[in-house]
Each structure stands twice: as structure tokens, then as C-alpha cells.
């Protein structure tokens, strides 16, 4: 019995070891709009990161560029502690990023800069942060009937 508690506690570390990110740090040297950044590593190398859980709007859309300005003076030319957590469908790093310990992704949605992407994402954090925006009106929250991009970008190809 004691061999099989061993051998589960044992797996279990494991698991946690292997799942286990390791956020590293970068410079950020651009911002293509209010999710998206690029960043350098010590190393020179460059990672265009999709910031994780949230959606901003697109840049023709409302606060396309009130947003893209957003994230640009929260983290531009600035040093970041970026944590790849996976990739999305085209093939981009989907990334938690912290300047200065603060959460970006989180203080965009915060912001009203972008949505939480519930489809993607399950932060309570994020929802929390979403929840205040609405209720104090900031960003695209101050708008009557604010459009999320996902559903700005489907009414653009006809399929809304």
C-alpha cells in the first residue's frame, strides 16, 4: 500500500514539474494592436506574443487604436516577464505577460481595452477585472451597445 501512495505522489510531482511554465524576460519592442506585442529575450531572440485570455478590439473597430495605445504605454520598450502558455490556431505565442508585476493581459480587460475571451479562457481574475470595467463604463464599456471583436470580425467576412 505504501509502494502505491509512493508511486501516486511520485507521478503527481512529476506532473507538476512537467506542467510547470517558466516565465522569462524580455524586452518589448512592439505593439501590432491591443493583444498583440513582440518581445526580444536575452538572447536576441523574438517572440510575437498573443496575449493570453483577452480580445481587443480590431484596429478599425471602436478603440481599435485607443487599445493598441493602451498596451503600448503599459509595456513598450519596457522589460517583461513573458510566460508562454501555448499556441493558437495560427501558430502564434499565446502568452501571460507581467511588467513590473502587474498582470497586462488582466489590466487591459481592466482597462476596458478588451474583453475576457471566455472561449479561450477561464481567469476569475479576468472576469472580475471585465465585471468592474462594465460597471464603471471604461473604455468600450462607456459605449451603448459595444461590439466584441470576435463578432466585429464575422460581421466584416458576412457571416454575422
Partial sequence: MKMIVS?????????????????SAYRVVGVSDGDTLTALGKGRERVKCRLYGIDAPEKKQAYGQASKASLAALAFGRSAMIDVVG????????CK???NGLDVNREQIARGMAWMYRRYARDANYSDAEMAAQAHR???WGDSDPVAPWD???????RF
Fill in 7 to 23: 508511486l501516486a505522489g511520485m507521478m503527481v510531482a512529476a506532473c507538476f514539474v512537467l506542467n510547470a511554465h517558466a516565465a
Fill in 138 to 140: 471604461r473604455g468600450v
Fill in 97 to 99: 505577460v507581467a511588467v
Fill in 152 to 158: 466585429f470580425r464575422r460581421s466584416r467576412h458576412g
Fill in 87 to 94: 499556441r493558437d490556431r495560427y501558430g502564434r505565442s499565446l
